[in-house]
């Protein structure tokens, strides 16, 4: 396990630290074309969290959240390939992209800094510093050899040229789109907010963000029309504040009009980025799976078994859901449930890929997992084929063509409402679907089964990856629409989600409760109320155990609530990943329960 913790560990020492041959001096003259943003919160928020971690401490995180992880994560589908195998098919690859120095670390390697990044940094101002991957290794901890890391590196200093004395021409991008930029991805057309005048395709331009800002109506917001004109003076919106929000150089990819006229493609391509790290969009799919080390724990933390029956309660994007199928040999069941029609079909279309054929998918909003009466367990709320009748599509008044097309559609399923057939109405709409293509609620077109909920006591271990905050998430450049009021919602919300999860899963069985967030009121908090409230859960010991201690105590917030957190004891038997530790992971947290006789 210390052999585990201490690679990551020079993996993070490396990555900060062989940059800093690079001088500043070669960054332009003004500071203002930077990478230094600060986080920004709500005040209240900010006061709870320097409570809870110290004003250095929360200083620390609130640094590291706006920075990319140094390293990517992949989970290898150990139902398709193994961990050399992807090895030397992500090598293969990476060498076509020109990448030909990318040290590959041994199980045996001694796991010091300058053993593991033996690709020179180079700030030469050309794409070829961005063709640099420091190295690729299998993860070191316990149980995880089929996780592969593929280090990058950062942050570097961007030489953004001299530009004759002229204002440099830039391209602003959206937050989300820029965090985005900041793992890797490339700037698509969508994401772009505004463009410096006369900007053609091949120019190079500089890329800078837009925050949200505090508005004088009390909230935040982005006060920026999309296709703005850039003219580099001080009366740009956001100038000042886009002081040390620059991301990287590139290269535009279409005219300024053309960004601003087509809805789809790449803007500018990346030639320069702050942080260097590789993009696995649309690689090696059914193979490998992008994933946060602490997701993949959590799945481990479960413990599955061949041949149970187990619940992922809000499982898209499915990565844990296929990880746990994964960890089971595809053998028993993985019963994944999510409220949204679309997300449904991207777990299904995961599991797909990765030829993982336990999974069953509903669309079922977890606060209604339960189902008491006798439509339950994993009853569709679907009609059956002999409820289904054929409509007389013409005497609707349908078009012969049209009637032609519905029924070369396979489109004479169509199930009765209330004992009636379709209305024309009904018919026509599903008309222009099939003329115009699925509408965004159901983009995929596929067809999702719909959950009355499942028994009591009908499985045998539950995950509930809780909706939460997300404030762990990193890179993270804004923080400031979460308040106390929201964050109590959150946990409000967490807890009669885990209230559904205590009913479904037996006696003898096992809950993982896990969230993406350091706020202790979704975390110790939730562990607190499980354990007070119910006399039959206690904490269980977690393999493998990689992240730190929970917190213990309490806090008292501005208005006079008191926040229970875990009792000393017990904050060794969850984990809490912190993203300013030497792990550089995401901002996370797992409790395990066991689960007792219920009749106590």
Same mark, same amino acid.
């Given at each position: 396990?210390?052999?585990?913790?201490?690679?990551?560990?020079?993996?993070?020492?490396?990555?900060?630290?062989?940059?800093?041959?690079?001088?500043?001096?070669?960054?332009?003259?003004?500071?203002?074309?930077?990478?230094?943003?600060?986080?920004?919160?709500?005040?209240? %928020?900010?006061?709870?969290?320097?409570?809870?971690?110290?004003? #250095?401490?929360?200083?620390?995180?609130?640094?590291?959240?706006?920075?990319?992880?140094?390293?990517?994560?992949?989970?290898?589908?150990?139902?398709?390939? @193994?961990?050399?195998?992807?090895?030397?098919?992500?090598?293969?690859?990476?060498?076509?992209?020109?990448? *030909?120095?990318? =040290? /590959?670390?041994?199980?045996?390697?001694?796991?010091?800094?300058?053993?593991?990044?033996? &690709?020179?940094?180079?700030?030469?101002?050309?794409?070829?510093?961005?063709? @640099?991957?420091?190295?690729?290794?299998?993860?070191?901890?316990?149980?995880? #050899?089929?996780? /592969?890391?593929?280090?990058?590196?950062?942050?570097?200093?961007?030489?953004?040229?001299?530009?004759?004395?002229?204002?440099?021409?830039?391209?602003?991008?959206?937050?989300?789109?820029?965090?985005?930029?900041?793992?890797?991805?490339?700037?698509?057309?969508?994401?772009?907010?505004?463009?410096?005048?006369?900007?053609?395709?091949?120019? &190079?331009?500089?890329?800078?963000? &837009?925050?949200?800002?505090?508005?004088?109506?009390?909230?935040?917001?982005?006060?920026? !029309?999309?296709?703005?004109?850039?003219?580099?003076?001080?009366? #740009?919106?956001?100038?000042?504040?886009?002081?040390?929000?620059?991301?990287?150089?590139?290269? =535009?990819?279409?005219?300024? =009009?053309?960004?601003?006229?087509?809805?789809?493609?790449?803007? %500018?391509?990346?030639?320069?980025? /702050?942080?260097?790290?590789?993009?696995?969009?649309?690689?090696?799919?059914?193979?490998?799976?992008?994933?946060?080390?602490?997701?993949?724990?959590?799945?481990?933390?479960?413990?599955?078994?061949?041949?149970?029956?187990?619940?992922?309660?809000?499982?898209?994007?499915?990565?844990? !859901?296929?990880?746990?199928?994964?960890?089971?040999?595809?053998?028993?069941? %993985?019963?994944?449930?999510?409220?949204?029609?679309?997300?449904?079909?991207?777990?299904?279309?995961?599991?797909?890929?990765?030829?993982?054929?336990?999974?069953? @998918?509903?669309?079922?909003?977890?606060?209604?997992?339960?189902? *008491?009466?006798?439509?339950?367990?994993?009853?569709?709320?679907?009609?059956?084929?002999?409820? =289904?009748?054929?409509?007389? +599509? +013409?005497?609707?008044?349908?078009?012969?063509?049209?009637?032609?097309?519905?029924?070369?559609?396979?489109?004479?399923?169509?199930? +009765?409402?209330?004992?009636?057939?379709?209305?024309?109405?009904?018919?026509?709409?599903?008309?222009?679907?099939?003329?115009?293509?699925?509408?965004?609620?159901? !983009?995929?077109?596929?067809?999702?089964?719909?959950?009355?909920?499942?028994?009591?006591?009908?499985?045998?271990?539950?995950?509930?990856?809780?909706?939460?905050?997300? +404030?762990?998430?990193?890179?993270?450049?804004?923080?400031?629409?979460?308040?106390?009021?929201?964050?109590?919602?959150?946990?409000?919300?967490?807890?009669?989600?885990?209230?559904?999860?205590?009913?479904?899963?037996?006696?003898?069985?096992?809950?993982?409760?896990?969230?993406? @967030?350091?706020?202790?009121?979704?975390?110790?908090?939730?562990?607190?109320?499980?354990?007070?409230?119910?006399?039959?859960?206690?904490?269980?010991?977690?393999?493998?155990?990689?992240?730190?201690?929970?917190?213990?105590?309490?806090?008292?917030?501005?208005?006079?609530? %008191?926040?229970?957190?875990?009792?000393?004891?017990?904050?060794?038997?969850?984990?809490?990943?912190?993203?300013?530790?030497?792990?550089?992971?995401?901002?996370?947290?797992?409790?395990?329960?066991?689960?007792?006789?219920?009749?106590?």
């Amino acid at each position: 396990m210390q052999k585990g913790r201490d690679f990551i560990k020079a993996i993070r020492r490396s990555f900060f630290t062989l940059h800093s041959n690079t001088s500043i001096s070669q960054m332009d003259q003004s500071t203002r074309y930077r990478y230094s943003p600060t986080l920004k919160w709500n005040p209240m %928020v900010e006061e709870y969290f320097i409570k809870v971690y110290g004003a #250095d401490h929360f200083s620390r995180i609130s640094t590291a959240l706006t920075r990319p992880s140094c390293y990517s994560c992949i989970r290898v589908n150990t139902l398709k390939s @193994t961990s050399d195998a992807i090895i030397e098919k992500l090598l293969e690859i990476f060498k076509e992209r020109g990448m *030909h120095n990318v =040290a /590959v670390l041994e199980s045996s390697t001694t796991w010091e800094p300058d053993n593991c990044c033996k &690709a020179t940094l180079k700030c030469t101002g050309s794409a070829e510093s961005l063709k @640099t991957i420091k190295s690729i290794s299998k993860c070191q901890f316990p149980g995880l #050899d089929y996780v /592969v890391f593929v280090k990058g590196s950062g942050p570097h200093a961007i030489h953004y040229g001299d530009n004759e004395g002229k204002p440099l021409k830039e391209v602003i991008v959206s937050r989300k789109c820029a965090e985005a930029v900041l793992r890797g991805a490339q700037v698509y057309v969508p994401g772009v907010l505004a463009c410096s005048a006369h900007v053609e395709r091949g120019d &190079a331009v500089a890329v800078s963000v &837009a925050v949200e800002q505090y508005g004088p109506d009390g909230g935040w917001g982005v006060a920026m !029309t999309r296709g703005t004109v850039l003219q580099g003076s001080q009366e #740009d919106p956001y100038y000042f504040e886009r002081d040390g929000f620059y991301i990287g150089q590139a290269t =535009a990819m279409m005219s300024r =009009a053309g960004m601003f006229r087509v809805t789809e493609g790449v803007a %500018v391509d990346m030639k320069e980025r /702050v942080y260097r790290l590789p993009s696995f969009y649309n690689l090696l799919e059914g193979e490998i799976f992008l994933q946060n080390l602490p997701s993949i724990i959590t799945a481990h933390a479960l413990d599955p078994q061949p041949g149970e029956r187990i619940l992922d309660m809000c499982a898209a994007p499915g990565g844990k !859901t296929t990880a746990i199928a994964s960890l089971m040999k595809d053998k028993g069941e %993985v019963v994944a449930v999510d409220r949204s029609h679309n997300k449904v079909l991207g777990i299904q279309k995961l599991a797909a890929e990765m030829g993982l054929s336990c999974i069953t @998918t509903y669309k079922l909003d977890a606060l209604k997992s339960v189902c *008491h009466g006798a439509e339950s367990d994993s009853l569709p709320n679907t009609c059956s084929a002999e409820d =289904a009748r054929t409509p007389d +599509l +013409l005497s609707t008044g349908i078009d012969g063509f049209d009637a032609k097309l519905l029924f070369e559609k396979n489109f004479n399923d169509l199930q +009765l409402k209330d004992g009636q057939y379709p209305s024309k109405a009904e018919l026509r709409k599903r008309i222009r679907q099939l003329k115009n293509g699925p509408g965004r609620n159901h !983009t995929a077109g596929g067809r999702v089964e719909k959950s009355k909920g499942f028994s009591p006591n009908s499985f045998d271990r539950v995950l509930l990856d809780a909706p939460c905050s997300a +404030l762990g998430l990193r890179p993270r450049l804004f923080a400031g629409e979460d308040t106390i009021d929201s964050l109590r919602s959150n946990a409000k919300y967490q807890r009669r989600m885990f209230d559904q999860a205590v009913q479904l899963v037996r006696p003898g069985g096992v809950i993982v409760y896990s969230t993406c @967030t350091i706020n202790p009121g979704e975390n110790e908090a939730l562990v607190r109320y499980a354990l007070d409230k119910y006399e039959f859960l206690s904490l269980a010991s977690q393999h493998p155990k990689i992240g730190g201690p929970g917190l213990t105590g309490s806090c008292e917030l501005s208005d006079g609530f %008191v926040e229970e957190w875990l009792k000393p004891g017990e904050e060794n038997l969850v984990q809490r990943f912190d993203p300013s530790s030497d792990l550089d992971t995401i901002g996370f947290f797992i409790a395990k329960f066991s689960v007792g006789p219920k009749n106590i």
